[in-house]
C-alpha cells in the first residue's frame, strides 16, 4: 500500500486535483481516445453521448475492468471498472451503469447513472443521464506517512479526522444530442457534468463540466472520428482534439485514434474488437507521449452481450 501513496499525489497534481475527471471507459472508447460523441452507440454511451442510447436494436449489458499507467516503477495499482445494463423499449431507450475508480483503498469514485433517449423525428436523437457520485478517502493504518491526495497533507492514524473514512457525494447530469442527416455522416454534442455539482471533503470541490462537438463519416476505408472537447481545468477552461478511424472486417475491427492539447496533453491509441456469437470483446491503449513517464500505458478490455440475437455470427 505505501507504494501506492507518493503516485496518489502526482495523479492528483497532473489532473488538477478534480474528483471525477471524465476518462475513457471501455475498450472501445479507449482505443479512440473517447472520440465517440458522434459515434454509433452502445451501452457504453451512457458515458459518452447517451443518445447514441437509442441506437440498441436489443438489450445490452456491458463489463469492463481497466488498468491504468500499467508498469509505474513505485508498484501502483490504479483501476477502473464498468457495469452497464441498456435497452430499447417502446418509450425509448433506458440505460443503467455503475462505474468505479480506485486507488487501493486509499480512494474511490463511484457513479451510479440512469439514462434515457428518445429519437425526434427521423435525423434528431437525444439523451440524458443523471447520476449520482460518491467520493471516499480511507486510511491505511499500516502506513506511518500516509498522503492526502486530495489535500497533499500526511494522515495521522491519532487524529480522529483520519481515524476512519470519509466521503463525499452529490447529483449531476449528462445531455447529449445527434443529427443523422444521411446514411454516412453524423454530428453529435453532449455535455458533461453540466451541473458541476461539488464533492469536496473539507473544501469546495465541484466536478469538471466538459462539452463536446464532433462529427464522423463512414466509407469503404472505415469510420472516421474527429472530436473538440472544452473542458474546466483547474480555474481555465481547456479545448482538446480527439480521433481515430475504425475499419470493421467480418467479425474483427482495428482501430487507432490519439489526442493532443495544452498542457501536454498527447497520446496515441489503438485497439480491437472480436465477435462471438452474442458477445463482443473489445481491447484498447493508450500511451501518454508526454507526462507521465516509466509506464506501458492504460489497458482496458470490455465484453459486451447482445440479448434477442441470433446466436450465429452473420
Given at each position: ?223 472516421a472520428l474527429l472530436e473538440v472537447s472544452r473542458r474546466r481545468v483547474g480555474a481555465e477552461y481547456q479545448t482538446r482534439i480527439h480521433g ?71
Amino acid at each position: 500500500m505505501k507504494f501506492l501513496l507518493p503516485f496518489a499525489l502526482l495523479l492528483f497534481t497532473l489532473s488538477a486535483s478534480a474528483s471525477f475527471s471524465e476518462s475513457v471507459t471501455g475498450g472501445r472508447a479507449t482505443a479512440l481516445d473517447g472520440a465517440l460523441t458522434a459515434a454509433p452507440g452502445d451501452v457504453f454511451a451512457l458515458h459518452y453521448n447517451p443518445a447514441g442510447l437509442t441506437d440498441l436494436d436489443t438489450p445490452e449489458a456491458g463489463l469492463f475492468y481497466g488498468r491504468m499507467f500499467k508498469g509505474l516503477s513505485d508498484g501502483s495499482n490504479l483501476s477502473r471498472s464498468f457495469f452497464g445494463w441498456a435497452s430499447p423499449t417502446r418509450w425509448g431507450a433506458l440505460g443503467l451503469s455503475y462505474g468505479g475508480y480506485s486507488l487501493g483503498n486509499l480512494y474511490n469514485e463511484e457513479t451510479l447513472s440512469l439514462g434515457y433517449a428518445h429519437t425526434l423525428g427521423g435525423h434528431f436523437r437525444w439523451g440524458t443521464a443523471i447520476k449520482h457520485l460518491k467520493k471516499t478517502v480511507g486510511h491505511d493504518s499500516d502506513t506511518d506517512s500516509a498522503v492526502d491526495p486530495l489535500e497533499g497533507t500526511s494522515f495521522n492514524a491519532e487524529d480522529p479526522t483520519y481515524a476512519e473514512s470519509r466521503s463525499a457525494s452529490a447529483w449531476d447530469v449528462n445531455l447529449g444530442a445527434t443529427w443523422i442527416p444521411t446514411p454516412r455522416w453524423r454530428f453529435g454534442v453532449t455535455g458533461v457534468n453540466l451541473w458541476e455539482s461539488d464533492v469536496g471533503l473539507s473544501s469546495p470541490d465541484p466536478v469538471p463540466r466538459v462539452l463536446k462537438a464532433a462529427g464522423s463519416f463512414s466509407s469503404k476505408i472505415g469510420l472516421a472520428l474527429l472530436e473538440v472537447s472544452r473542458r474546466r481545468v483547474g480555474a481555465e477552461y481547456q479545448t482538446r482534439i480527439h480521433g481515430g478511424i475504425e475499419k470493421t472486417l467480418g467479425r474483427f475491427a482495428l482501430r487507432a485514434g490519439g489526442g493532443m492539447g495544452p498542457n501536454d496533453y498527447k497520446r496515441v491509441s489503438g485497439g480491437f474488437s472480436a465477435k462471438i456469437q452474442i458477445l463482443q470483446m473489445d481491447y484498447g491503449f493508450m500511451l501518454p507521449l508526454t507526462g507521465v513517464k516509466d509506464t506501458s500505458g492504460t489497458h482496458q478490455v470490455s465484453v459486451i452481450m447482445r440479448f434477442g440475437q441470433r446466436t450465429s455470427d452473420e
